[in-house]
T-cell receptor, first 115, second 115 residues
Framework: KQEVTQIPAALSVPEGENLVLNCSFT??????LQWFRQDPGKGLTSLLL?????REQTSGRLNASLDKSSGRSTLYIAASQPGDSATYLC??????????????FGKGTLLTVNP | SAVISQKPSRDICQRGTSLTIQCQVD?????MFWYRQQPGQSLTLIAT?????????ESGFVIDKFPISRPNLTFSTLTVSNMSPEDSSIYLC????????????FGPGTRLTVT
């Protein structure tokens, strides 16, 4: 059974700081990995999608990396802003087993960026 | 990408009653997914809804408690039946993008409080 762990559970940083969020997963036979942002009481916004054959993806100030062999992904946020404050969720999609459509989510990292 | 809307956005319901949540997508999709997010927890898949067939429920979720309809390729409903306070959660509708990447998109969620 795939398990996804996100560290740290919460992070508070001053504005302008660069930061890294971590995600680890137990089953390396993944199809892809997706990072989401969730604002309080709201739905999920897709940030970055990394296919299993890729090593990283970038979007603006965000960079996500994937090391499938070690079961790890990181989300790097450059020059953080108060508007980045949210919960960041990592989700992996299994490659096979008849459930390749199912995502397994981590519990998320609650990020607070202080002005 | 896909744009998903949900109704209602939030509701407060009494124990023992039922609530039907609607999900509308701006494009035709094969599968629609319903997730639950309990307070302080990550997302858990309730069921997958294919148009024209019975929904497939995950372990721990049953049709009598969470009946699902999928009348066409852009719409689905989830009913939470005979509610108890333990059903207080955010319920999220989700679809996959149709470009073969299996990127997942989520609706804004329905925040349900059962008193």
């Amino acid at each position: 059974k795939q398990e996804v762990t996100q560290i740290p559970a919460a992070l508070s940083v001053p504005e302008g700081e660069n930061l890294v969020l971590n995600c680890s997963f137990t089953d390396s036979a993944i199809y892809n990995l997706q990072w989401f942002r969730q604002d309080p009481g709201k739905g999920l916004t897709s940030l970055l999608l990394i296919q299993s054959s890729q090593r990283e993806q970038t979007s603006g100030r965000l960079n996500a990396s994937l090391d499938k062999s070690s079961g790890r992904s990181t989300l790097y946020i450059a020059a953080s802003q108060p508007g980045d404050s949210a919960t960041y969720l990592c989700a992996v999609r299994l490659l096979s087993g008849g459930s390749n459509y199912k995502l397994t989510f981590g519990k998320g990292t609650l990020l607070t960026v202080n002005p | 990408s896909a744009v998903i809307s949900q109704k209602p956005s939030r509701d407060i319901c009494q124990r023992g009653t039922s609530l039907t949540i609607q999900c509308q997508v701006d494009s035709q999709v094969t599968m629609m997914f319903w997730y639950r997010q309990q307070p302080g927890q990550s997302l858990t898949l309730i069921a997958t809804a294919n148009q024209g067939s019975e929904a497939t429920y995950e372990s721990g979720f049953v049709i009598d408690k969470f009946p699902i309809s999928r009348p066409n390729l852009t719409f689905s409903t989830l009913t939470v039946s005979n509610m108890s306070p333990e059903d207080s959660s955010i319920y999220l509708c989700s679809v996959e993008g149709g470009d073969g990447t299996y990127e997942q998109y989520f609706g804004p969620g329905t925040r349900l409080t059962v008193t």
